[in-house]
Every structure is written in structure tokens, then in C-alpha cells.
């Protein structure tokens, strides 16, 4: 590791690859669920099942990021908006995503969709954090100096 709280390759493969998974089956199961979709096919138990799966993976890459990364993003000052933004998304659609499997049958539909709208705001924020080259520091030479 060369740069403050840039993580080992293996490592951001692992979140990186561990999110979009997540997100992704999330957003294949909101599809067939909730727009009807190919619903047989998308909207199913077995497409749930894996999601919630892959939710326990992405939050072992959270887990594995979050004692270094975190101290280095605050101490870098930089991407202080997205990086807090995917935290608090997180946390909530961790919660929510228990509310639905653990809460009571009467606010399900409330949590429902709070879920999949956090999950969609969540997936955003990571391609803008993690994905593209936002905040790319340019070096003396770049930028015209000797």
C-alpha cells in the first residue's frame, strides 16, 4: 500500500465485487417483485435468497475495510460526502433488511420500499465513490508546476 487508506488489491476486488453482487441481485429482485419484470423468473424466493446471501458477504467487506479506510478517508479529507453517504445507507438498509425478515407484519410495506429506494440511492453513491476517479490528485508536473 503506497497511498493513505488505499486498500491491497484482493481486498478492493473484494468490496468492490461483493457490493455490485449485492446491488445487483437486490436490483434483479426489485425488477421481478415490485415492476413486475419477468417476475416468475427475477421476482422469486431463490433470487431473495441469494440477495440476502450476498448481503452477508458485502457486510464482511464492510467489516474489512471500515478500521483503516475509514481513519484514512478522515484523515485525507476527501470524499467525506460519498464515503459518509454509503456508510449511512449501509446502516440503514442494514436495519431495514432486518426490519423485513425480524419486523412486524404491519410496517412491512413502508420498509419495503424504504428498502429498495436506500438500496438504489446506496448503489449510486458507491459507483460515484468507489468507481469512478473522482477527487484524482494531480502531481506537481501535471499540473504545470516544476
Known amino acids: 500500500m503506497s497511498r493513505l487508506g488505499k486498500m491491497p488489491s484482493w481486498q478492493r476486488s473484494f468490496v468492490v465485487i461483493s457490493m455490485l453482487a449485492c446491488s445487483m441481485s437486490g436490483s434483479l429482485y426489485l425488477l421481478g417483485h415490485e415492476f413486475q419484470v ?26 474489512s475495510v471500515l478500521p483503516f479506510h475509514l481513519k484514512a478517508g478522515l484523515k ?6 460519498s464515503g459518509f453517504g454509503q456508510l449511512s445507507f449501509l446502516v440503514a438498509l442494514l436495519f431495514t ?14 420498509v419495503v420500499m ?33
Open 76 to 81: 485525507s479529507k476527501k470524499k467525506w460526502f
Open 38 to 63: 419477468q417476475r416468475s423468473a427475477l421476482g422469486n424466493h431463490h433470487i431473495l435468497a441469494v440477495h440476502g446471501v450476498l448481503a452477508m458477504i458485502a457486510i464482511l467487506a464492510l467489516g
Open 97 to 110: 433488511g432486518a426490519l423485513l425478515y425480524y419486523g412486524p407484519v404491519e410496517i412491512r410495506e413502508g
Open 114 to 146: 424504504t428498502h429498495w429506494v436506500l438500496g438504489v440511492l446506496f448503489f449510486i453513491v458507491f459507483l460515484f465513490h468507489s468507481l469512478l476517479p473522482l477527487n484524482i490528485r494531480l502531481t506537481d508536473k501535471q499540473k504545470g508546476m516544476p
